[in-house]
Structure formats: structure tokens, C-alpha cells
């Protein structure tokens, strides 16, 4: 990735959201930053930085061996749906990652952020399906809270910055451009909103522009 990017020069604690479990967080997803190349108020592309932590992006439709319930059900449209999964590294030491192809671009992209965080941080895949696999023996990583937590809140930060988010709320602007401008989903920024301890002061800014 490119190493040469513009780096923040702003002090840190400004960088930093006000809660201490959050600014462990958003120290990771900075570093993570830094290693793609992506400037703090530009959005970052997980499509793009998915190869150089051995991932290949897959649709979930590319798996076979999966039975028809099974299909039907992980590749449900509806808001509760399966968001995508990583196998085990194969022998060439790299994984597979499979999003659901019914959702959003913008929502694919915090699925595939939050695999990229899993493998920076070591984390350990355990299967998502009991024993079901595929043809090649691809096994996916079941529901673990603590992981599933941390690498979503890193992910999270990493495609929305507190910086440029904090200044985005102080100068009134919606959770929708906000997400446009980092081509993510308005949940997701909704989230980081409130997660960063900014969601009383962008409730304000939205009352006075009402």
C-alpha cells in the first residue's frame, strides 16, 4: 500500500473519540489507515485493501455444496440477514471472503472492513454453519461476541474517522452526505455518531436546521 500518504497533523488527542475503549479502537483503525494510503477525510476502498491482507472477495452465490434452505436463508433480503463470512486461510495462506450480494454496496463494504479487521487482529475463524462446507472444505467463522464486537468497531472507525466526523456534525451535516462522502451506510454512520459520544450535539445541529 502506499506508505506515503498524507498523515494527520492535528494532536492526537483530537484524532481520538472521548471514551477510553473507543480510543483503543480508533488508534488500531488509524494504523490501519496509514497502512492503505487513505488520508483521514477520504473514503477508504476495503476492495481495494482486501489483497494486500490475502483476502479475495467472493459472492456468497459462488459457494456450492450449500443447500437450498441454507441459501435461501443466508441470502434473505431482509434487514437481519447474514452479511458475509471468512474461511479458514487456505494452503496458500490466504482467505476467501463471501458477502451476500443482495445488500448495498454501502453495507458490504462494513462487512468486508470488519473480515480485513478480524485478520489484522489475529483473530481465530471458527466455523459459522456446524460442519457444513463447501466443495473445497472452506469452513466460516460462527458468532464470537468479543471478536465480532471489536473487529465491527474497528471497521467502523476505519472507514469513518472521528476527526472528519466530528467536524462533519459540528458544521451540520446530515448522517446521509455523510455517508456519501465516505461511501458508507447511514447506519454506519449513525453508529460511529453515537459510539463517539456525538450524537446530542448532531440531534441539536439537526433541530436548528429544521
Given at each position: 500500500m502506499n506508505s506515503q500518504a498524507e498523515q494527520p497533523t492535528q494532536p492526537i488527542d483530537e484524532l481520538l473519540p472521548p471514551t477510553a475503549k473507543r480510543r483503543v479502537y480508533e488508534?488500531?483503525?488509524?494504523?490501519?489507515?496509514?497502512?492503505?494510503?487513505?488520508?483521514?477525510?477520504?473514503?477508504?476502498?476495503?476492495?481495494?485493501?482486501?489483497?494486500?491482507?490475502?483476502?479475495r472477495v467472493m459472492s456468497l452465490r459462488d459457494v456450492q455444496g450449500l443447500s437450498e434452505e441454507s441459501r435461501r436463508v443466508l441470502l434473505g433480503d431482509n434487514g437481519k440477514s447474514w452479511s458475509g463470512g471468512a474461511s479458514r486461510p487456505l494452503p496458500d495462506g490466504w482467505r476467501l471472503v463471501f458477502l451476500n450480494p443482495n445488500h448495498t454496496r454501502e453495507r458490504q463494504a462494513a462487512t468486508l472492513m470488519e473480515e480485513i479487521c478480524h485478520v489484522i487482529l489475529g483473530h481465530s475463524p471458527t466455523r459459522l454453519m456446524h460442519a457444513e462446507e463447501t466443495n473445497k472444505g472452506v469452513r466460516f467463522r460462527n458468532f464470537d461476541k468479543n471478536q465480532e464486537e471489536v473487529a465491527y468497531a474497528v471497521g467502523a472507525a476505519t472507514l469513518i474517522p472521528y476527526f472528519p466526523l466530528k467536524h462533519a456534525v459540528s458544521a451540520g451535516l446530515t448522517a446521509e452526505v455523510i455517508a456519501r462522502r465516505f461511501g458508507v451506510s447511514r447506519d454506519l454512520v449513525e453508529?460511529?455518531?453515537?459510539?463517539?459520544r456525538l450524537w446530542t450535539e448532531y440531534k441539536a445541529r439537526r433541530v436548528q436546521a429544521s
Amino acid at each position: 500500500m502506499n506508505s506515503q500518504a498524507e498523515q494527520p497533523t492535528q494532536p492526537i488527542d483530537e484524532l481520538l473519540p472521548p471514551t477510553a475503549k473507543r480510543r483503543v479502537y480508533e488508534r488500531i483503525a488509524l494504523k490501519v489507515r496509514e497502512f492503505a494510503g487513505a488520508p483521514l477525510d477520504l473514503p477508504l476502498n476495503p476492495w481495494k485493501l482486501a489483497p494486500f491482507v490475502k483476502i479475495r472477495v467472493m459472492s456468497l452465490r459462488d459457494v456450492q455444496g450449500l443447500s437450498e434452505e441454507s441459501r435461501r436463508v443466508l441470502l434473505g433480503d431482509n434487514g437481519k440477514s447474514w452479511s458475509g463470512g471468512a474461511s479458514r486461510p487456505l494452503p496458500d495462506g490466504w482467505r476467501l471472503v463471501f458477502l451476500n450480494p443482495n445488500h448495498t454496496r454501502e453495507r458490504q463494504a462494513a462487512t468486508l472492513m470488519e473480515e480485513i479487521c478480524h485478520v489484522i487482529l489475529g483473530h481465530s475463524p471458527t466455523r459459522l454453519m456446524h460442519a457444513e462446507e463447501t466443495n473445497k472444505g472452506v469452513r466460516f467463522r460462527n458468532f464470537d461476541k468479543n471478536q465480532e464486537e471489536v473487529a465491527y468497531a474497528v471497521g467502523a472507525a476505519t472507514l469513518i474517522p472521528y476527526f472528519p466526523l466530528k467536524h462533519a456534525v459540528s458544521a451540520g451535516l446530515t448522517a446521509e452526505v455523510i455517508a456519501r462522502r465516505f461511501g458508507v451506510s447511514r447506519d454506519l454512520v449513525e453508529y460511529r455518531i453515537k459510539v463517539c459520544r456525538l450524537w446530542t450535539e448532531y440531534k441539536a445541529r439537526r433541530v436548528q436546521a429544521s
